[in-house]
């Protein structure tokens, strides 16, 4: 165990840090470290301890542990390791071929060295409201397994981010692996990312996936919002006017115009207010289902 120590301005906090080499050290090292902190890829928590917002005692390096580095496929789901990367998810023959909006979300995450470093479970858990992939995971309807002392539990991704940088994962316990189920065909899709200039922080994320049956009408639509609440939601509001009906510009826009954020505390900070995320949102969900009804026209050609 090594001891860093760093003084000046705009670094971490004095922090002792520790390698893992299975999951059951890990959560050895969670139970006897007080004031612990999971490190993978680091691309955010390491900003947040430079700025002193987090100032954890211990930092608990897994990027040795190869048994949380998967993408597998089963009958029902794609399994992924935490520490898969950003860039494994964005090129992996499987998730391009059973899950493309998760393809697209992941090429779209920072720059290529983010994309080499960062983790799907270093993302979940940090859970920032701006990442990727936290409105596809609520869409897809994902889960998350959570792995502790005591065995391990799965959980809705929907139920499992609390808010800003806030999730049902324990001070113990760490996320092993992310499941999204197997829609297949999958889909026509959608997703935007609003940024005012490239790689800078999302102000409003729209996830979308669609099915339309022959006769044009709409079988199941999921719209999922990020970095607009304060957790990512469903816009469940706008899919209950779409669902059944024949897919027409009149239906959308009114489902459009149906989104609100009653109950839902919107962000606003110096980069967009409440009132302009709201209406963003608005803005963005009705570009992302044309896109994907762009999508659904276009496989109907071949």
């Given at each position: ?16 840090y ?8 890990t ?59 950003h ?17 697209e ?45 005591t ?104 489902a ?37 009804y ?9």
């Amino acid at each position: 165990m090594k001891r860093f120590r760093m003084s000046s301005t705009f670094t971490p906090a004095s922090f002792k840090y520790l390698r893992a080499k299975t999951i059951d050290e890990t959560l050895e090292f969670l139970e006897k470290y007080e004031d612990s902190k999971i490190i993978a890829g680091g691309q955010s928590l390491l900003i947040m301890m430079r700025f002193r917002i987090l100032t954890p005692k211990h930092l608990i390096d897994i990027n040795g542990i190869p048994e949380l580095k998967y993408i597998k496929l089963n009958d029902k789901f794609i399994n992924i390791g935490a520490l898969t990367t950003h860039d494994e998810i964005a090129n992996s023959p499987i998730i391009k071929s059973y899950c493309p909006l998760l393809s697209e979300a992941a090429r779209k995450v920072g720059d290529q060295q983010v994309r080499n470093l960062g983790t799907i479970g270093g993302s979940v858990s940090h859970a920032d409201p701006g990442a990727n992939y936290l409105p596809v995971l609520v869409s897809l309807g994902a889960q998350v397994v959570i792995k502790g002392k005591t065995g391990e539990r799965i959980v809705n991704a929907e139920d499992f981010f609390l808010g800003p940088y806030q999730t049902l994962l324990g001070e113990k316990e760490i996320v092993k692996e992310v499941r999204v189920p197997i829609i297949n065909p999958f889909p026509p899709f959608s997703f935007i990312k609003f940024t005012r200039r490239e790689q800078e922080f999302s102000l409003c994320t729209i996830s979308t996936i669609m099915a339309i049956n022959d006769s044009n009408v709409v079988n199941d639509i999921r719209i999922g919002v990020g970095a607009v609440h304060l957790k990512p939601v469903r816009a469940k509001e706008v899919e209950e006017k779409i669902v059944g009906k024949a897919f027409s510009l009149e239906v959308i826009n009114e489902a459009v115009n149906s989104f609100n954020s009653e109950g839902r505390k919107v962000l606003s900070d110096f980069r967009a207010g409440e009132e302009y995320r709201t209406h963003l949102a608005k803005v963005l969900i009705r570009r992302s289902i044309l896109n994907a009804y762009e999508i659904h026209k276009g496989r109907g050609k071949k």
